[in-house]
């Protein structure tokens, strides 16, 4: 990945006006619940879900590091929806996916500080065999359904049981919701001074240590961060699909999230969601069309994005924002419009 460009402070949007076009973009999107055929409400609910997971991901990104173990989390917040509902009747959606987000990251939070001490191929590859520990758990514990896994009962919504054609409609509106909610923050949060300074241990973590901030506590914190987005996604993700297996954890999994985050790039919050969605509709009509080589398609659709949007999705924006920023009184520098052609690290 290509070096961050320095963003001028006037390149920043407020708070405030963050969060009058998130909800306003979020409410747009939930009346397309009244519209959208069911079958596209069920796509776009499972990758907005795993959208939820990406994004997570985004926050270490920006630090830096790639986890291949985002199916870690991504299957405890499923699990433990999926258990809290069966075994204690508590059914309201909002709950059982703040109950996934929480279950996740409190499974994350022990390895947080280990995980922090290592960078690039070290942390993926630790990531990644936490993840398949939990899928050999998940698969020889008969409790919990071995390898098959087991089914989840229809979620309430404030009370209403969902039933029939609506109630894939209102799982799309409140994964809509939830995402809607996390994405403001997720945006506010990057354009703080704790998320400007991501971008810096990305380009110079030395530098960042001798300016007086812990570059393992911020890792260590990021990484907690995308454990309770992956457990949200992944709870939202079985209660659309009413059941849950360990194929949840397993490393196709996770390389699905890196892959979209790839895609993606670390400079958006839109782009994350609109990547995921991409990746659904292109695994699906591939699947549909080629299926046995949708594989490749998948992996040639990566390619052409690599080769013409080496920063991701999230780059197009971002170019066009710091062209209009430049036009005015204050000019942005000339490096923070041009990208390395080579698209290598510097």
């Given at each position: 990945m290509p070096p961050s460009a320095p963003v001028p402070a006037r390149a920043l949007r407020s708070p405030g006006s963050t969060v009058v076009i998130g909800l306003a973009l979020t409410a747009a999107l939930a009346m397309l619940?009244?519209?959208?055929?069911?079958?596209?409400?069920?796509?776009?609910?499972?990758?907005?879900?795993?959208?939820?997971?990406?994004?997570?991901?985004?926050?270490?990104?920006?630090?830096?590091?790639?986890?291949?173990?985002?199916?870690?989390?991504?299957?405890?917040?499923?699990?433990?929806?999926?258990?809290?509902?069966?075994?204690?009747?508590?059914?309201?959606?909002?709950?059982?996916?703040?109950?996934?987000?929480?279950?996740?990251?409190?499974?994350?939070?022990?390895?947080?500080?280990?995980?922090?001490?290592?960078?690039?191929?070290?942390?993926?590859?630790?990531?990644?065999?936490?993840?398949?520990?939990?899928?050999?758990?998940?698969?020889?514990?008969?409790?919990?359904?071995?390898?098959?896994?087991?089914?989840?009962?229809?979620?309430?919504?404030?009370?209403?049981?969902?039933?029939?054609?609506?109630?894939?409609?209102?799982?799309?509106?409140?994964?809509v919701v939830v995402a809607g909610l996390l994405a403001i923050a997720a945006r506010i949060h990057f354009d703080s001074v704790r998320g400007l300074v991501a971008l810096a241990i990305r380009e110079n973590e030395l530098r960042v240590e001798y300016l007086g901030a812990s570059v393992r506590r911020q890792l260590a914190v990021d990484f907690i961060i995308a454990a309770f987005h992956g457990g949200i996604g992944g709870a939202l993700a079985v209660l659309a699909l009413g059941h849950v297996e360990p194929n949840f954890s397993y490393w196709t999994t996770s390389g699905e999230f890196v892959f979209a985050a790839i895609l993606a790039g670390y400079h958006g919050v839109i782009a994350v969601f609109v990547a995921s969605f991409l990746l659904e509709l292109v695994r699906s009509y591939s699947n549909l069309y080629f299926p046995n080589s949708?594989?490749?398609?998948?992996?040639?659709?990566?390619?052409?994005?690599?080769?013409?949007?080496?920063?991701?999705?999230?780059?197009?924006g971002r170019r066009r924002h710091l062209r209009r920023q430049g036009s005015g009184p204050a000019r942005v520098p000339a490096r923070a419009l041009a990208e390395p052609e080579d698209g290598k690290d510097r």
């Open positions: 619940a009244f519209v959208l055929p069911n079958w596209l409400l069920f796509l776009s609910t499972l990758a907005t879900a795993h959208g939820i997971v990406i994004l997570g991901l985004v926050y270490l990104m920006r630090g830096g590091v790639v986890s291949f173990g985002q199916g870690m989390v991504f299957a405890s917040g499923g699990y433990a929806a999926a258990l809290l509902s069966n075994q204690t009747g508590l059914s309201d959606v909002f709950v059982l996916v703040l109950a996934g987000g929480l279950a996740a990251a409190l499974i994350a939070a022990p390895f947080a500080p280990l995980l922090s001490r290592y960078r690039a191929i070290f942390f993926a590859m630790l990531t990644l065999a936490l993840s398949m520990v939990l899928y050999g758990i998940l698969v020889k514990t008969a409790a919990l359904g071995g390898s098959d896994g087991f089914n989840v009962a229809r979620p309430t919504v404030l009370g209403h049981r969902l039933e029939g054609d609506g109630a894939t409609a209102m799982l799309f509106v409140v994964a949708w594989q490749l398609a998948m992996g040639l659709f990566l390619l052409v994005i690599i080769r013409f949007l080496p920063q991701g999705l999230g780059s197009i």
